[in-house]
Structures are given as C-alpha cells and as structure tokens.
C-alpha cells in the first residue's frame, strides 16, 4: 500500500503518513457532518462500555446477561464499526458510507449479538444449533470473514475460510490421507464455530474483551495527553548528542512508545516522521535510517508489559500469571533492546558519523544516568507498596479514599513543576539547524505521565490484580489527567483561558476514546476470525496431524523442526496481524514443538514454546515482501521498501536467534531460577548478545577479521548455551538400569528428578514412538510409594520393564494417554537417568571471557598502529 503512494523514492508528507496509519491500523473512511458524529458515538460508547465492563462496579452496573455476553457485545461492536470504516475496495468512497455498507454493519451486529438475545434458547438446547441457528451462523462466518478482509488485508479471510472448508471437505478423497478426517455436517460445524465458546467467541475473543482494549485504550489516551511525544523528546535529549545519536534515539523512543501502542505501523509513522530525517543528516542511508526504526518499532511487540496482546493470551494458553509471563519474556526482549542500540553505534563509528548539535555530551554519563533512571523507575514502581500499607494500617476503612486524594496530591504536585517549562512541541527535523531538547531543562513537563504507568505496574506487580482491573485504574487515572492537565497548568500559570483549557481537555479525552476504539477493530476481527482456525483445530484433532507431518518432515531432527515452525510462523505471519498469528501458529504447533521436543529428550516448557513462535511471527512485519512497517518507513524516509525490509531484517537477527537459544537454555526465560543466578544470567546474555551483534556486524573494537567475527560468534554461543559444552565435558545424567527404577527413585533426593524414556504403540496409529518424562521425586519415604505417587505401574518380565496404564489425574497420565496400552507390542521403559554429579556449567563463561579479552587485545593494537576509530 505504501509502495503505491510513494512515487520515485519520494518521503510521504504528514498527511499521507497519517492516511497510511488510519489505513492500516483504523479505518481510511472518516466521512463528515452527522454521520462522522454518529460513528464517533458509536466508538466513545464501545470504549465506555468496555471501561464500565472492567470496573469493579461492572456487576452493579450491568445487568448478568451483558457481562456474561460480553464478548458478544465487543464483536458487535468492532463488526459494525469496521464496515463503516474500512471501505470495500480501493476504489470505494472514503468520504460516505454506501448503502450495502450500513445493510452488512447492522446485519453483522445483530448476529454477532445472536448469542446474547436468544441466550435462554442456546442455553436450554445445550449450545447445540438448530436449522434457524445454523444458517444465521454461517451468514455471521461470511460477514465476519469480509470484516476481517477489509480491516486485516485478505490473508486472514483466506486463512481461516481454508480451515472451514477443511471442516466440511476433509473426508473426501482428494484431501491426503495424512491429514484426511470423518468431517462434519453444517449444524455441527456451526454449533462449533458460532453458538458455542469453541470458535468464534473463544478464549481469544475473550481476552480481547477483557483485558486488550483497555490496554489499547490505556494507550490512546496516553499518547493523546503527550506521552509519546515527551518520551521522543526526552530520548533525544540523552542520546541525540551522541555519534549516531538519531538512531540511537530512535530505539529507546520507539522502546517507550511501544510500550503504549500496539501497532508496529503506527509506531513507526510516530517516531519514524522525526527520527528518520535526523538519521539521515548524520549519515545513515534512507534504508539504514527506515531499518533502525523498523527494527526498533516491530521490537516493541515483544517488550512487555503488553506484547502486541500476545501476553493475555499466554495467560489462558499456558495457564500461568500474567506476571510470570512478562517475567519471563522480560530478559529477551531487554537485550534484544540493548543490541539494537549496540547495532546503531557500531554503524555510526563504521562510518565514523559527525554528531548532531554542539553539544558535548559523555556516553559513559549518559548511560549512566540512563540507567539509574530506569533503576530509579523500576525502584519506585516496587518501593510505593509500603507507603500503601501504612495507608492501610492506618485507616483500614477509608484506605481507598485516602490513597486517592494522595494519587491527586502527587499529580498536582507533578503538574505544578510541569506548569513551570512551556508545553513540549514536536520538533521539525528538517529545520537548518536542530537544537536538541536538553533533559535538565524538560524532564519536569511530563513527569505526572509516569503516574499512570506507576499505578499500571503497581496493580500488576505488586498487588497482582487481574490485567483488566490494572488496566481499569489506570485508564480511571488518565481520564482524570486528560480533562484537568490544561486547565490546571493556566491556572498555575496565571493564565485567564480555564474554560477554553476545559474544553481542549474534553475534546483529547474525547478523541482519546475515539482513537482506543477504531484501533481495537483490527485486534477483534483478528481474535474472533482466529477463533475459527483454533475451532477447526479442536474439533478435528489436526492438531495432532501437523505433530505427524512435521516429525516426518523434520526426521525427528529438533533444530529442522525448530527452523520449519520458525518459517510457519514467518509466512504465516505475512499476511496476519501480530496477535492473529500468534494465535494460530501456538494453537498448531506449540503442542507440536513440546511433544517432538520430548522425544528427542528436550523438555521444553510450554512458555518458551510460546515465545518461540510469537518471536517468529512479530518477524513479519520486517520480511519483504509483505513487511508492513518496513513499507511504512520507506514512506517515511524515500527509501525502497524491498531494501529496508531486507536491512531490517539484518539488524533483526538477534530477534531471530533468541528464540532458538531460550527454548534450549530457559535461563533467559529466568524459568526456575533464583535471585543471585537471575543477576548473573542477565549480565552474561547481555554480553554474549553484544558479542554476537559485534561478530554479525562484523566490527568490535576495529573492523573483524573472517576468524575474529567466527569466535565473537562463538564467545556469544559459549555465554548464551554453557551447558552445551560442559554437558559434553561431564554428562548431567547417569544411566540407570530401567529395572532398578524403584531403587533410583528411593536413593534420589527429595525435590530432584529423574529422566525416562517409554517406547510403546501410538493409540491412533500403532506405530511405535517414543517420549521422554521427567519424573519429580516427592516427599515420600520408599522408592515404591513415590512411584506410585506418580502413577507408574511398572511390571519387569524378561529383564524389560514394561507399564502398565497409570492411573488417571496421576502425573504421568496426560503425557502417556497417547500411548496403547493394550496392543500387540508393550509400552515399556528404554532407559532412565538419574543426575550426575556436574560442576557449575558457569564455569564455562570463563574460558569465553578470555578468548574475547583476546579478541579485544588484538584489534585494540591493529586499530591503534592503523588509526581507525574505535
């Protein structure tokens, strides 16, 4: 799209950008007059609705029949909304709505809201249709399908209508016997899909409903009081100075602003219209300059604490907390940050770029203070609950009214320091000469835009509250600031224009609404369609199909498979939204890596599995030839649009790699590990993935030499995986007899595990498999009772040990029910390990460190005798 606006490399003006983000992300129709009016009600009153919804007075408000068909008031919602803003076809008028267009919105609205008015019918039927519920729910699928169409591009329609026709036709003969099922008739195809919470109003759509919109609300209305702006600013302040300090403004800008938007387009369009024209002055081409941004903006998808709303559904897939999902994805997506800046440096000292404005400025103080910023930030993110409970202690009954006033103290405080420096500007990057912000003079006038992110994190973090109510509070906290910040500041600065102010406070907080909604008809559409292809997966088990094709691909080889569910996950991605994909390639593969994984004697958890294809299908948005954000910022920059996605590409490689290194080393996923080791894990994955950027950029202290870049590589693999090489140098298990598994049960500690690996007949095709199972040794007193405790039924005849089948809700049962137990050929126990005694695998980070000091010494001495910059 933006390859056909922008003609002989010229940059899009702001108009046109804006186009191209409402295009992509919110709809390009924006007719006038009282139409205009009417859909911006029907917007302001969706984000309302969704607001009260999460409100803790949501079941004092609302009748029990809305909340309990909410989601069905939230498709409604985005179908209707989306008819009226996305055109049919290119050539459709922007500037009105035809006639055809209000017929689909209504139609689509009403049986989007079946559910919900015929309630008691469904209920009593069972969810099973009738002949009057299957057709209106395949008139819902087609209305729904051409919805996502003109909102997500026609990959996510063709998609899903490919899983629905296999629904129907998978029982015929031309469909492959691998993948070939009984098939199902259109009454149970559609009880699956639209009556009942299996497909379309599934797990997905719900946590649209509850949780994303707020977050996308919590957004819009954060950017719409200055946030982003102010965090541009204040990132240009500290790096702009810098050799390369653009680009390296660019990526901590694009960090902060992707925390509040969900859109790697709209993030780019944002920061892109100021960061990219600077870039260039300094010296970056118009694809270096487009690919830092793109890289930097597409990277925002994995930092949490939203991650483009992939993080909630990790909450209902794996079914851990929110809060151990961004722990865990928290340590990749920070040190993917650092060597995307790390990146930009060695750019700018390759090419020995001049730096911006006469500014002197300390690149060991900047970072410094950086870092005690963010020190600083994350301390009183942590360090406000004890204020609180004192609060509590203090006055139990009235704790909430009195930390609300002293919410509004603090923020009337803030305001008042911000009333003191004139309101931030954006700045125009092509002016003749650029006088970058200096952060001691503008830190004060965006400080009270912390507050919403410190109740945000306190809510989340501290008191754990769902995602929904965090998000509620801090939302609550935002409309608060939007409709008193303007007023507030004239009159603290002594200004007689308070009314006017009142009313520009009105207008952001109503455009703010406005924003949240039309920005979440994508999310919804996506949720809701991706809903058919997890229906399609439930109800005909292909599932376990693409487990079969991909072994038999891969040949059982777990880095073949790993790079064939990465590329799925990439093609996939071409043509679906971030959380879309991330939906169907966990529903289809995530099973598939865990029990492959298995048998090959990888226990991968099931979050890594997760973050894996997540990683993969984020990627997309960067890869020609359909990179929406690399079209983006060749829109911005005059660039060619193939060449930045390619360089993007290349700057992204680090964002490829850590997905391969934490599904085999889950440290970096800070999975099972305590405090002091978490520290260390951090510092050493920060090293090791400098050390590989240096190696892939091919320039460390001077320019690498071939061997140089292949042991910096190696250093980087060495930090990133110790246990590869010292579980070759001493083996972390001991092989065990499988007959005297009672004996190694009984003589291993409490709280360890043993490793066993069981052969036996598939149950669907009786051809012989194997997996392994980690077995946690309990509490009890005999190797035999923890045995049973497990579920194992062990019986040895002949010097084999063979099983029985255990006993259901056991642990062991879920990972051995695809197993017969009661064919021809046994299940039986191939061989067990118990662990071995092993030295710390950090040992190996020793050796590394001296081969990079090494390194480092010897471009160090070249770079001096041949007066490169280093």
């Not at 009661?822 to 590394?848: H, M, N, T």
Request: charged fraction near 15%; charge should be negative; glycine fraction near 10%.
């Amino acid at each position: 799209m933006a390859s056909d606006q922008q003609q002989g490399g010229r940059p899009l003006s702001e108009e046109e950008l804006q186009e191209l983000v409402a295009a992509s992300d919110a709809g390009a129709r924006d007719p006038a007059g009282g139409i205009g009016l009417f859909l911006a009600i029907v917007a302001v009153v969706w984000s309302l609705f969704q607001v009260v919804l999460a409100s803790p007075v949501s079941n004092m408000v609302l009748p029990g029949g809305v909340i309990n068909n909410a989601r069905q008031i939230h498709l409604a919602f985005a179908i209707f909304l989306a008819f009226m803003a996305y055109p049919a076809l290119r050539s459709s008028p922007r500037d009105r709505i035809p006639f055809q267009d209000w017929i689909l919105a209504v139609v689509g609205a009403i049986i989007a809201l079946y559910g919900y008015i015929f309630y008691t019918k469904i209920v009593a039927s069972g969810g099973l249709a009738d002949d009057t519920d299957k057709w209106v729910a395949l008139v819902g699928l087609i209305l729904l399908f051409e919805a996502a169409r003109r909102a997500l591009g026609p990959a996510m329609a063709i998609i899903a209508t490919i899983f629905l026709a296999y629904v129907f036709f998978g029982a015929s003969d031309w469909v492959p016997d691998v993948i070939r099922w009984k098939g199902a008739t259109l009454k149970k195809a559609m009880s699956h899909m639209w009556i009942t919470s299996e497909g379309v109003f599934g797990i997905a759509l719900g946590v649209s409903t509850k949780f994303v919109f707020l977050f996308v609300l919590f957004g819009a209305l954060l950017d719409k009081a200055g946030a982003g702006n102010y965090f541009i600013k204040m990132a240009f302040g500290a790096l702009g100075h810098l050799r390369g300090g653009p680009a390296k403004a660019a990526v901590v800008g694009s960090a902060a602003t992707g925390l509040i938007s969900g859109s790697s387009i709209a993030n780019v369009v944002t920061t892109g219209t100021f960061t990219i024209p600077l870039m260039k002055r300094v010296g970056f081409t118009s694809e270096q300059a487009g690919s830092v941004e793109v890289a930097s903006s597409v990277n925002g998808q994995i930092m949490p604490p939203v991650m483009g709303a992939a993080a909630f559904l990790m909450v209902e897939y794996v079914g851990i907390s929110y809060v151990e999902v961004i722990t865990h994805a928290f340590l990749p997506a920070a040190i993917s940050y650092v060597a995307l800046v790390y990146i930009v440096h060695l750019e700018a000292v390759k090419r020995n770029m001049p730096t911006l404005g006469d500014r002197v400025v300390s690149l060991g103080r900047t970072i410094g203070g950086m870092a005690i910023f963010f020190a600083g930030f994350a301390a009183l993110c942590y360090g406000v609950q004890y204020p609180v409970r004192w609060v509590i202690a203090l006055m139990p009954d009235a704790s909430g009214l009195a930390l609300s006033a002293l919410v509004v103290l603090v923020y009337l405080v803030l305001l008042w320091l911000a009333s003191g420096t004139p309101d931030l500007e954006p700045d125009d990057p092509n002016a003749e000469h650029v006088e970058l912000p200096v952060v001691s003079e503008i830190y004060r006038a965006g400080l009270y835009y912390l507050l919403p992110i410190i109740v945000l994190v306190y809510f989340l973090m501290i008191e754990q509250k769902s995602p929904g109510l965090s998000a509620f509070w801090a939302t609550a906290l935002l409309f608060v600031i939007l409709l008193t910040q303007k007023p507030l500041k004239s009159i603290f600065r002594g200004e007689n224009d308070t009314a006017n102010a009142f009313m520009g406070g009105v207008a952001d907080l109503w455009q703010g609404l406005i924003d949240g909604a039309r920005n979440m008809i994508g999310i919804a559409l996506a949720t809701a369609t991706a809903g058919v292809i997890v229906g399609t997966v439930t109800l005909t088990g292909v599932g376990q199909v693409m487990a079969d094709l991909v072994e038999f691909l891969s040949g059982g080889n777990l880095i073949l498979m790993l790079i064939m569910v990465g590329l799925l996950s990439l093609v996939l991605g071409m043509g679906l939204p971030t959380t879309a994909n991330y939906i169907v390639v966990s529903s289809l593969m995530a099973g598939v890596v865990v029990e492959l994984g298995a048998q090959s004697g990888l226990i991968v958890p099931l979050i890594a599995v997760h973050l894996f294809v997540f990683y993969f299908g984020i990627m997309a948005d960067v890869t020609p030839p359909v990179g929406l954000a690399s079209f983006a910022a060749a829109a911005v920059s005059g660039g060619d649009a193939i060449r930045t996605g390619f360089t993007a590409f290349f700057y992204s490689l680090r964002t490829v790699a850590l997905p391969f290194v934490f599904i085999f080393n889950t440290d970096l996923l800070l999975i099972d590990v305590g405090w002091m080791q978490g520290i260390l894990v951090a510092v050493t994955a920060s090293i090791a993935i400098l050390v590989f950027t240096a190696g892939t950029m091919g320039w460390f202290v001077t320019r690498s030499r071939i061997y140089e870049s292949v042991a910096l590589i190696l250093i980087a693999f060495a930090l990133f995986r110790p246990d590869f090489f010292m579980n070759r140098i001493m083996p972390p298990y001991a092989a065990v007899e499988p007959t005297e598994l009672v004996q190694a049960l009984e003589t291993a500690p409490e709280g360890g595990e043993l490793r066993m690996v069981v052969a036996g007949p598939d149950f669907d095709t009786g051809e012989l498999k194997d997996t392994t199972l980690v077995l946690n040794v309990g509490p009890e007193a005999t190797g035999q009772e923890r045995l049973d405790a497990l579920g194992l039924m062990p019986l040895e005849e002949d010097g084999v040990m063979k099983l029985d089948e255990p006993m259901f809700g056991t642990p062991v049962a879920d990972k051995l029910e695809s197993f017969d137990f009661y064919g021809d050929d046994p299940v039986r126990v191939v061989s067990v390990k118990a662990p071995a005694s092993q030295l710390p695998k950090e040992l190996v980070f020793i050796p590394a460190l001296i081969l990079l000091g090494l390194v480092a010494f010897l471009q160090k001495a070249r770079a001096g005798k041949q007066g490169e910059p280093a």
